[in-house]
């Protein structure tokens, strides 16, 4: 089954400054890679997604890479907010049998 | 449109006892997943279940086990409790299975103490 992996496991980030979590996944079935940001006693919401299909995908201050042959995506936060603070979840997978990280515990400080 | 609905929020129970939580996904979804969260451990994939079937299935013992009902609802039964099963078990809905994914949608999960 699919096996991800996630660093850093917190991440520490000046307002302002940017934030780059890294995952790595082991089935390259998986064709579907969402991350998820879950705020402290909330339930994890997405946040951006992408496809295999593609490479880069970007939503204002937030965008994700995949890299196939590699098998791995990264997170990107540029011009942090203190409100950007929680824990960031990636997850690989196809169909619904989606696989996560452990999870990146990122905190900006303003 | 309502979301991910489980329930109970909160539930305490002693070892040795047997749990059953429950998930109503949002309308028209179809597939519901069931994750177990606890700190350091991340979201570990318990089961997943689309028109009443299990397709996939994590590594946790027979102890864990679902079902899904002609409405979508879900309910997740854990016997033989254990101190190590208290987590946040989380329900996530997705329209349906195939290679052009919904994006899964949270509850806000059940947090289970076992004592």
């Known amino acids: 089954g699919e096996n991800v992996e996630q660093h850093p496991s917190t991440l520490s980030v000046q307002e302002g400054d940017s934030a780059v979590i890294k995952c790595t996944y082991s089935?390259?079935?998986?064709?579907?890679f969402p991350w998820y940001k879950q705020e402290l006693g909330k339930r994890p919401q997405l946040i951006i997604d992408i496809r295999s299909n593609v490479g880069e995908k970007k939503d204002q201050r937030i965008a994700v890479t995949l890299n196939k042959t590699a098998k791995h995506f990264s997170l990107h936060i540029t011009e942090t907010q203190p409100e950007d603070s929680a824990v960031y979840f990636c997850?690989?997978?196809?169909?619904?049998?989606?696989?996560f990280g452990a999870g990146t515990r990122l905190t900006v400080k303003p | 449109k309502a979301g991910v609905t489980q329930t109970p929020r909160y539930l305490i129970k002693t070892r040795g006892q047997q749990v059953t939580l429950s998930c109503s996904p949002i309308s028209g979804h179809r597939s519901v997943s069931w994750y177990q969260q606890t700190p350091g451990q991340g979201l570990q994939f318990l089961f997943e279940y689309f028109s009443e079937t299990q397709r996939n299935k994590g590594n946790f013992p027979g102890r864990f086990s679902g079902r899904q009902f002609s409405n979508s609802r879900s309910e997740m039964n854990v016997s033989t409790l254990e101190l190590g099963d208290s987590a946040l078990y989380l329900c996530a809905s997705g329209v349906s299975p195939g290679p052009y994914n919904s994006p899964l949608h949270f509850g806000n999960g059940t947090r289970l103490t076992v004592t």
């Open positions: 089935d390259s079935a998986s064709n579907y």
């Open positions: 997850a690989a997978g196809e169909d619904n049998d989606m696989r």
